[in-house]
């Protein structure tokens, strides 16, 4: 069976840093776009960054400029670089995976399970 695996959240300070990855296990034969997702509480989740299999990157308005998504295709992993980070990019922070083919199933849509991110002022 397919999962997404985060990891990389934590408890950061305002002006700091955090790299999440997002692992896809499994029999994968390819991911299309991979994507990060967020959720503050009482917020609708929110795309962040997302990224095609070719590498084309699209980015949030908040976020441009500050986190930097990325993939490794023979891993089936992507990442996201957040850096100058505010108390504002608090959220649980999710993966999303579009077009998913395994060895036995297709995936349209898959999610990770979340992971936090806390930032102090």
């Known amino acids: 069976q397919v999962q997404l695996v985060e990891s990389g959240g934590g408890l950061v300070q305002a002006g700091g840093s955090l790299r999440l990855s997002c692992a896809a296990s499994g029999s994968i034969f390819s991911i299309n776009t991979m994507g990060w997702y967020r959720q503050a509480p009482g917020k609708q989740r929110e795309l962040v960054a997302s990224i095609t299999s070719g590498g084309s990157a699209n980015y949030e308005d908040s976020v441009k400029g500050r986190f930097t998504i990325s993939r490794d295709n023979t891993k089936n992993t992507a990442y996201l670089q957040m850096n100058s980070l505010t108390p504002e990019d608090t959220a649980v922070y999710y993966c999303?995976?579009?077009?998913?083919?395994?060895?036995?199933?297709?995936?349209?849509?898959?999610w990770g399970q979340g992971t936090q991110v806390t930032v102090s002022s």
């Open positions: 999303r995976a579009d077009s998913l083919q395994s060895a036995y199933y297709y995936y349209s849509l898959l």
